[in-house]
């Protein structure tokens, strides 16, 4: 059947299996084609998803803004919600749509207001120095007698970003960083792998405790089918699919028990320390919890739906920071003077305030933030996103294009059930945005006081796609952007940051944008050196 979208132009299909989807989510680094795609069709323009299926890819402002705004017509698609379905369950603030998405994120947004964040950065501090303490033994266990060392950061990075959401969101001590065992980190651990790597033919588990082995995170082809078919599937199907006894779906259901379990016990504790007078933690569950027993009867989340915001938080906040901490430090590690500029805007603000960057100090400085916009903007953790249509509008456009029969058109008329990608990382590359040079990292871009946020923005940070938009925005931007500030200032005064010349590490799709080398292991070295205090 044809639809209206088969008019947009759009690159030729490789493929009648896999579509561009080979292209699109397992390039040798991403956005190999998609950048150039983009260059050739601008801001709109169709793909082909598994069995041919149209995928209309979007990047452009004014269509973005228009499918993030209107949840009800443009619904998460079926293969995200079968995933959060499988991994967490239908009361994940990402599963939940119209008013129960509402009164949920009613209740979180309160958690992750400015307030709560501002109580963050000592607990990211505490973090960050473990972090620094662990490089420098590194670095002092190195055979040469220097006062650096070519160090895997990646792993140690990502324990402290789940010690960080385990610590600041949802008030559980994993103590990654010290090697400890915990069965949340253990069973999630798990399941993220299982997920990443082929979640249906995965035939390890992994332990957490052994998480600085490397793994294969790449999706692979048969992912990619999967995926095209999922949408086909109708509940039952995939209810049968699920209890199917392969180790990866075991990770899966062993980790939604445990999980369950943990998160029971986690707001038990919360509630008795409310009965007993005590209100003086930091953490946002505390914030959620204590917000939830206020609220009127009708706002209120049950029992089983803040248990279900536990892992959702967990999932949503550990790789994404991690990776993004991990992608700053190779921008570091190849430009030591952008480096140097940033400690030395660090060290002053660092003795003006003897050593107490606090939230606001933190805000206050002009390169450093530049910088992390910059990465943001070309680095987001979540490159893509899908949406599904739930009933046939017309999308407007920013910028007409020509369709196929040469007509020019402002705006494209979608049916129900039309697959739409949502272009985070090719938005954030528009040069209709960002200037000429909007594929080069180039923080002084944020410093120009001629810059300006798009018009047809959206989003809550920097007119950036990079957290999303409208009301399934990223709950958790600003307490990643603290995070961030906390994590890199200790490292960046602590330490210089190298990338190897002949460094093989490039960015891949593993759900999101992570570093892996050629062989598509998760993995970053650096050369780490100690700096003089
Ligand atoms: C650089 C770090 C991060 C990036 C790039 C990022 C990006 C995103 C994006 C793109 C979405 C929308 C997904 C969609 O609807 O298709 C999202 C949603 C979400 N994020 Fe983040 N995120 C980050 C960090 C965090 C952190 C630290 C937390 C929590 C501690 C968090 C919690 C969430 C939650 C709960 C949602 C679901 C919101 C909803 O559907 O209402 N994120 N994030």
Known sequence: KSSPVDLIPGPPSPSWFYGHMIQLLLPKYYGEYEYKWQ?????????????????????????????????????????????????IGRNAVFYVQGDDHRRIRNIMNNAFSPSSIRELPPIFKTIA??????????????????????????????????DGVGEGAIGYTFDALDNKDSVLGNSHQNIMYAVMINSWQSTTTYTYASSSSTMSGVRTKPDIVFEGIVPFFNKTLL????????????????????SAKVSAELIDNQVEALDMGITTRKDLLHVMVKGNRSAKASAKMSNAEMQEQIPSLMIAGQDTTGNTISLALIELGR????????????????SETNGNLTYSKLESLLLFNAFLKEVLRLHPGLPMSDRTVAKDTIIPLSRSIYNRNGARISEIPVSAGQHIIVG???Y?????????????????????????????????????????????????????LTEFQVMLSVLILRFRFTLP???PVREVLAVTLAPANEKNEFGLPLLVERLED
């Open 39 to 87: 260059e050739r069709y601008g801001g709109v323009y169709l793909l082909k998803g598994p069995f041919s299926q149209n995928r209309l890819m979007i990047s452009d402002p004014a269509a973005l803004k228009f499918v993030l705004n209107d949840t009800a017509t443009f619904e998460r698609s079926t293969q995200q919600q079968a995933i959060v379905e499988m991994l």
């Open 129 to 162: 120095e473990k972090v620094a303490e662990k490089l420098e033994a590194k670095i002092a266990d190195a055979p040469s007698q220097s006062s650096g060392a070519l160090i895997d950061i990646y792993h140690t990075i990502h324990s402290a970003t789940l």
């Open 239 to 258: 209810q049968l699919a699920f209890s199917l006894p392969t180790r990866a779906f075991n990770a899966l259901r062993h980790n939604r028990t445990t």
């Open 335 to 350: 430009d030591h003077q952008l480096q140097d500029a940033i400690r030395k805007e660090l060290a002053e603000a660092y």
């Open 424 to 426: 985070t990382a090719s």
């Open 428 to 480: 954030n590359r528009l040069t209709s945005i960002w200037g000429p040079d909007a594929q080069e990292f180039r923080p002084s871009r944020w410093l120009k006081s001629s810059h300006n946020i798009p018009k047809d923005s959206f989003g809550p940070f920097a007119g950036l796609a990079t957290f999303l938009g409208g009301p399934r925005t990223c709950i958790g931007w600003r307490f990643a």
């Open 501 to 503: 010349k002949d460094s």
